[in-house]
């Protein structure tokens, strides 16, 4: 049982919009910032999102982040099939003193 | 070029211990944080530890703790993972990740994994 909620997959036609929820409680995501990390079938993961909302160079502005209190959301516009991965969240926990991650959302386009 | 490699898996029986190896090269290791994490077959991401860059702070997760100690030498760019008392849940693929200090940038980096087999 992960500490922040994801749900286990989502899907999307090709050229359309995705968005993958994040919850956590008031230790973690409610005080901490979150990160995203696309992980492609056999790959190590990568990083999308950092302090919530911004992207590290190199990432398409089609991948953004927001967080809201105790939640926070990936989203993606104009999909392409080389999306097709697990995304996960992670934050700081100040209550557990450690970094918590999501159980990973599998996307299909 | 900023690169992570990893070293040390392999198959181990139960009870055995293990030391995990990362090299960095490409960036200035002594501005980074290092953490290591691990993936079971077929499940997710799961955080183990992470050491600060000067060494003078390490936190694990809490099914860690006891069994895992992270360790770094700054003058060999390596950050080390050693696990203990293996069990058959510890059977992973472990990935080293930077982290830049003073910021909340980690993960922009990963090595490429090593796995381990806990079997007998």
């Known amino acids: 049982q992960s500490v922040l909620t994801q749900p286990p997959s989502v899907s999307a036609a090709p050229g359309q919009k995705v968005t993958i929820s994040c919850s956590g409680s008031?230790?973690?995501?409610?005080?901490?910032?979150v990160s995203w990390y696309q992980q492609l079938p056999g790959a190590s993961p990568k990083l999308l999102i950092y302090?919530?909302?911004q992207r590290p160079s190199g990432i398409p502005d089609r991948f953004f982040g927001s967080k809201s209190g105790t939640s926070a959301t990936l989203g993606i516009t104009g999909l392409q099939t080389g999306d097709e991965a697990d995304y996960y969240c992670?934050?700081?926990?100040?209550?557990?003193?450690?970094?918590?991650f999501g159980g990973g959302t599998k996307l299909t386009v | 070029q900023v690169q992570l490699v990893e070293s040390g898996g392999g198959v181990v029986q139960p009870g055995m211990s293990l030391r995990l190896s990362c090299v960095a090269s490409?960036?200035?290791?002594?501005?980074?944080?290092m953490h290591w994490v691990r993936q079971a077959p077929g499940k997710g991401l799961e955080w183990v530890a992470v050491?600060?860059?000067?060494?003078?702070?390490?936190f694990y997760a809490d099914s860690m703790k006891g069994r895992f100690t992270i360790s770094r030498d700054n003058s060999a760019n390596t950050v080390y993972l050693q696990i203990n008392t293996l069990r058959a849940e510890d059977t992973a693929v472990y990935y080293c990740?930077?982290?830049?200090?003073?910021?909340?940038?980690?993960?922009?980096?990963w090595g490429q994994g090593t796995l381990v087999t806990v079997s007998s």
């Open positions: 990740a930077r982290d830049l200090y003073g910021t909340n940038i980690w993960g922009d980096y």
């Open positions: 490409g960036f200035t290791f002594t501005n980074y944080g």
């Open positions: 008031s230790s973690n995501i409610g005080g901490h910032y």
């Open positions: 050491i600060w860059y000067d060494g003078s702070q390490e």
């Open positions: 992670a934050t700081w926990d100040g209550s557990l003193s450690a970094v918590v």
């Open positions: 302090d919530s909302n």
